[in-house]
């Protein structure tokens, strides 16, 4: 009954050892020598002002949100391109209706003013 598991076992043993070897080798092999310029916080060629914790506009997010939605969209556009002439007429009258649905929410995002900064 327990040979049964030997496999999951040697699963989860591999998984483990993929994942701990390599941090272990790094940790032991790694030079250590910090200085005050490799601790010293970095951001984009300036010193970091303000709290990590500091809250974003809600319009931000908004835009983050329609990036990801876009991006999706062209990630079905491409695949939806190429089999186009396999799926015929319904593949295409889909993907209008898909892209329709699209358009009328980036119309209604664009008419509340959620693209708009002050």
């Known amino acids: 009954m327990l040979e049964n598991y030997f496999s999951i076992l040697l699963f989860l043993f591999i998984g483990l050892a ?3 070897v390599p941090m272990l080798i790094g940790w032991l092999m790694a030079p250590n020598n910090p200085d005050s310029e490799k601790l010293s916080p970095y951001e984009c ?3 970091a002002f303000g709290d990590a914790r500091m809250k974003f506009d809600v319009r931000y997010y908004l835009v983050a949100i329609l990036f990801i939605l876009f991006d999706l969209e062209i990630a079905f556009l491409f695949p ?3 089999v186009l002439d396999e799926i015929g007429l319904f593949g295409f009258i889909a993907m209008m209706v898909f892209l329709g649905i699209l ?3 980036f119309i209604y995002e664009w008419a509340k003013g959620a693209l708009e900064w002050d």
Do not use: D
């Open 18 to 20: 993929v994942g701990v």
């Open 80 to 82: 939806w391109a190429i």
């Open 103 to 105: 358009i009328v929410g």
């Open 45 to 47: 060629g300036f010193e």
